[in-house]
């Protein structure tokens, strides 16, 4: 599967985004499509992660309550809604799909995803 993100861009502290992540090659509901990101100097790092079968959803502690990731299969694109954004939001977000998984899968780790997308930049002004 091929992955291209989209949609991020230059925000003011409290605005929002929405990503975008369209898939080619197979369904997004074949795999486990999750959201990582990487800001200057740091470690790849969970965002969020919603499961082919069943459309579970999974966030990162230190942003839930403020990211939202859904799919729309008609298009075979995942989104990540991300509201009042802070300046230590600013980061490259990749989009990310998981072939093999299970209920007991730790999805914040990045080594078990299959394909990555090239990253969309996001930058929170203060």
């Known amino acids: 599967v091929q992955l291209q993100a989209s949609g991020g861009g230059v925000v003011q502290a409290g605005g929002s985004l929405r990503l975008s992540c369209a898939a080619s090659g197979r369904a997004v509901s074949s795999y486990a499509m999750g959201w990582f990101r990487q800001a200057p100097g740091k470690e790849r790092e969970f965002v969020a992660t919603?499961?082919?079968?069943?459309?579970?959803?999974y966030y990162s502690d230190s942003l839930k309550g403020r990211v939202t990731i859904s799919r729309d299969t008609a298009k075979n694109t995942v989104y990540l809604q991300m509201n009042t954004l802070k300046p230590e939001d600013t980061a490259v977000y990749y989009c990310?799909?998981?072939?093999?998984?299970?209920?007991?899968?730790?999805?914040?780790?990045?080594?078990?995803?299959?394909?990555w997308g090239q990253g969309t930049e996001v930058t929170v002004s203060s």
């Open positions: 919603i499961t082919g079968s069943g459309g579970a959803t």
């Open positions: 990310t799909a998981r072939m093999r998984y299970s209920i007991r899968s730790n999805f914040a780790t990045a080594s078990e995803y299959d394909y």
